[in-house]
């Protein structure tokens, strides 16, 4: 893979970090919502997946200051896929709640999705000491 298409595809799941990272901060009770884990009233599941939202913010924001140095944006990438993997478990989780819905089962193969793209730019990005 050249570099032009590392680029892209490191710039691409920036902005998808961002996108996701600024619903789950702005709307944490719609997030939930949608994947039919209905948060109710308990503020704590909102601080959850506001802290989700930052995390996946810090990532964005990760990627695209290590763009162009390899082996920070490795690194990058593969504490992003170890998350994704987390996520997977806990979305997996979440198909076992009575008010799981289609949604709940997109997040999953997308966690899964993700983990496997990144996965497959890790193995194919070169890390060169400069």
Same mark, same amino acid.
């Given at each position: ?50 802290? &989700? ?8 924001? $990760?990627?695209? =200051? +290590? /763009? ?40 999953? &193969? ?8 990144? $996965?497959?730019? =890790? +193995? /194919? ?6």
């Amino acid at each position: 893979m050249d570099e032009k298409t590392q680029a892209q595809i490191i710039t691409g799941l920036s902005a998808v970090c961002a996108g996701a990272g600024t619903v789950q901060v702005l709307a944490p009770r719609q997030v939930n919502n949608l994947f039919g884990l209905q948060m109710g009233s308990v503020s704590r599941q909102k601080v959850v997946f506001r802290a &989700l939202g930052l995390r996946d913010l810090m990532f964005a924001f $990760g990627f695209f =200051i +290590s /763009r162009s140095q390899p082996a920070a944006n490795r690194r990058w990438l593969q504490a992003f896929e170890i998350f994704l993997l987390c996520d997977t478990l806990m979305c997996g989780q979440a198909l076992t709640k009575p008010k799981a819905n289609v949604f709940t089962w997109l997040a999953t &193969l997308n966690s899964i999705l993700f983990a496997v793209i990144v $996965g497959w730019v =890790i +193995s /194919r990005k070169k890390v060169t000491n400069k």
